[in-house]
């Protein structure tokens, strides 16, 4: 008898969560403080087998924990044969070489562990690449941490010699390729761009929210889109754009990204600042929030953060309770009381999609211009562009013109009224 092949996967890590709770931090808040943390560890591929919390005024300047919960920490993972620690909070370089020290086994901190996600995500080139510039903006600061075998202090007397041009040499190994990356992603950024400004479709309707509130999964409803859809953080890396038709014939773009987090590290923002342009080209941000969240307050004001970091809380946005079948029918009605301009749906039962809808129409009436058009019938090619790009309600043709009245939005007519004031049209504001 063949003996069974013996599994080549490596086994997942075994890992303690460990939250560090400081006064008026986001996590002070959370419900759970070692819930997002252990759910990240958990979508980066570890098995957390225990957490700790402790709650400081200030982080301890030597490893952030105070004495006592390192010794805690220490005695858990030697109970449990962790391999590593997730610890909820940005360590310094020296926090982080001392916390290994002190625990004997190795440390993620809160960006680390994202950009472990991240970079386990990213399937595009674009996203590889904004992954790697956010890895490398992380580790420069960090080099020295990687150097500690040296024991060397930079310019000291007896200190001059190979370690320190070693490290001076990565320093500006890792410096050269960031402009590099940055470089790279400009092109696609410009890249993205473009294709945004030659699209024809009326308006552009964006998804933003939390992770893991089911933006993915609201897309593939209206859209009809294969996306993938799961129930685990950062899902999704990539920006989607999908056509979707309105039931009153008008059709917009609607686009899936990246779901933001509390306190997003900034080597993020930045590096994927190319895939959040999506957000700031939209015309509508449709905010989703899991209406079953306990947390949902927390996150509605920590996706606001995130938006005011990108300078897009300008848009106008519709806030979208989903999940709602999930939420207690005697609790529903407390939720909209304190949401009363939000839109209650659901992307598994289909609940509210409707509403949903006749929302987004309605906002397309109001934010659009009534004009009374009129051009030779010769000009078809931008009779069709005006197609793409209003909503025509009434039309008829009379002495070798096209007459009708159209609503549009304010932006997509600035870019049309050269081209049909050229082609010898007229137009006139109705109420």
Request: proline letters at 4%; hydrophobic letters at 45%; glycine letters at 6%.
């Amino acid at each position: 008898m063949k003996p069974e092949p013996e599994s080549t996967r490596r086994p997942a890590e075994r890992a303690i969560a460990a939250a560090l709770v400081l006064p008026g931090s986001a996590a002070a808040a959370a419900s759970d403080p070692l819930d997002e943390i252990t759910g990240l560890a958990t979508a980066a591929g570890a098995v957390v087998v225990d957490g700790v919390t402790q709650r400081l005024r200030v982080p301890d300047s030597h490893s952030a924990f105070g004495r006592g919960k390192v010794a805690e920490m220490r005695a858990l993972a030697q109970q449990h044969r962790a391999d590593l620690v997730v610890v909820d909070h940005d360590l310094s370089p020296s926090q982080g070489r001392n916390l290994e020290k002190d625990l004997g086994v190795r440390v993620v901190d809160r960006t680390e562990l994202i950009l472990d996600i991240f970079a386990r995500r990213a399937r595009t080139r674009q996203a590889m690449l904004q992954v790697e510039l956010a890895q490398m903006e992380y580790l420069r600061p960090r080099l020295r941490r990687m150097w500690t075998h040296l024991e060397r202090t930079e310019g000291a007397i007896g200190t001059r010699g190979p370690g320190e041009t070693q490290l001076e040499t990565d320093r500006r190994l890792i410096s050269r390729k960031i402009s590099e990356l940055r470089r790279k992603l400009k092109e696609i950024e410009a890249r993205a761009e473009r294709q945004a400004e030659s699209r024809d479709e009326p308006v552009t309707v964006s998804l933003v929210g939390y992770t893991n509130v089911g933006k993915s999964s609201l897309m593939r409803c209206l859209t009809g889109a294969q996306v993938l859809v799961a129930d685990q953080l950062f899902a999704t890396l990539d920006t989607r754009v999908r056509r979707w038709p309105l039931r009153d014939g008008r059709a917009v773009l609607l686009t899936d990204t990246v779901g933001f987090v509390r306190e997003l590290p900034h080597h993020l923002v930045a590096s994927f600042h190319a895939t959040l342009a999506e957000t700031l080209r939209a015309d509508l941000l449709l905010h989703v929030c899991d209406a079953a969240d306990p947390d949902l307050d927390l996150h509605l004001r920590a996706v606001e953060a995130v938006l005011a970091q990108l300078r897009a809380d300008a848009i106008p946005r519709v806030l979208l309770l989903n999940k709602m079948d999930q939420v207690p029918r005697e609790e529903r009605g407390v939720l909209l009381d304190r949401h009363p301009e939000a839109v209650a749906v659901s992307a598994h039962s289909g609940e509210g999609l409707d509403a949903l809808d006749a929302a987004v129409a309605a906002w397309l009436d109001a934010w659009s211009l009534r004009l009374e058009l009129t051009v030779p019938m010769s000009q078809g090619k931008l009779l069709a562009e005006l197609r793409r790009t209003a909503m025509v309600e009434s039309e008829d043709f009379e002495d070798e013109r096209w007459r009708g009245r159209v609503r549009i939005l304010p932006r997509r007519w600035n870019g049309l009224a050269s081209d049909w004031q050229r082609a010898g049209g007229s137009f006139r504001a109705l109420a």
